[in-house]
């Protein structure tokens, strides 16, 4: 029941968090999750994002240690067989992962910590992390969905199909999520998020 994580080295039980708070925030690819992020940030400085880890190739303008780590497929491993990763998982052809030290080190420390992943990982963290607060960011229609991905224009053809395939069984999987957010109109979709996550952090 009572998962053991280390942080620095010290044993500290996290079946319920244990000064901060944790959200997860998740939804298909292309919904608008990194848009409504920056945003929820950008008006809300005092919440800590998590910066993931991929082995994805960096989008142009994408700077290492901003919008990702950006490693090797080795590189990743080893983080693995290190336990490095609080959570992890294979996406469109890469691999993505949550840095466990310094969310933990962030959680201890009393902060609202928000993670924007995927199903897979976000699956892993509500097992982990029951008290989790966990969000589903839905798109208006899969129509939209396409298009959002293609407007954005910084995937091939071939990765928009891939992402596009994995939408639909992760739209299947909404009802697993404590709350569902639908990213249609942007400014009530922030609201919306905003309000669930100070419901939940208080003041943070
Ligand atoms: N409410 C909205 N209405 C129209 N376009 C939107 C809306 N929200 C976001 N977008 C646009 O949709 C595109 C995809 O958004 P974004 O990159 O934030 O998606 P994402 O869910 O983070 O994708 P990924 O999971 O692949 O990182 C962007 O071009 C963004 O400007
Ligand atoms: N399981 C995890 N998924 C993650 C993580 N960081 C990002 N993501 C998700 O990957 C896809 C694709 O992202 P993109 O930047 O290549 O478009 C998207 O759904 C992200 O939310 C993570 O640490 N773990």
């Known amino acids: 029941m009572t998962p053991v994580l280390s942080i620095q080295g010290s044993a500290t039980s996290l079946n319920c968090l244990p000064e901060g708070k944790l959200i997860v925030l998740t939804g298909p690819s292309g919904v608008g999750k990194g848009t409504l992020v920056r ?21 142009p303008g994408e700077i290492h ?8 497929r080795s590189e990743f491993q080893q983080m693995i067989e290190q336990n490095k990763l609080l959570e992890w998982a294979e996406f469109a052809g890469n691999y993505y992962g949550t840095p466990r030290d ?24 509500c097992q982990s992390f ?27 053809p071939e990765a928009i199909a891939r992402r596009l395939q ?20 942007f400014d009530t979709a922030l609201d919306a998020i905003a309000s669930a996550v100070f419901s939940f952090c208080g003041s943070a």
Not at 65 to 72: P, R
Not at 104 to 124: F, N
Not at 172 to 183: G, K, L
């Open 39 to 59: 945003a929820l940030l950008q008006r809300h400085p005092e919440l800590y994002f998590s910066i993931s880890v991929t082995t994805r190739a960096p989008r």
């Open 130 to 156: 029951p008290d989790a607060k966990r969000i589903f960011i839905m798109p208006p229609s899969l129509a939209e969905l396409e298009q959002r991905l293609r407007g954005r224009g910084q995937d091939s």
């Open 102 to 125: 310094t969310v933990l080190e962030q959680i201890s420390k009393g902060k609202c910590v928000l993670l924007e992943i995927e199903l897979e990982g976000a699956r892993q963290i």
């Open 65 to 72: 240690g901003k919008q990702y780590y950006f490693v090797s």
């Open 166 to 185: 994995r939408a639909k069984d992760e739209i299947s999987a909404a009802s697993e999520f404590d709350i569902q957010i639908v990213n249609d109109d």
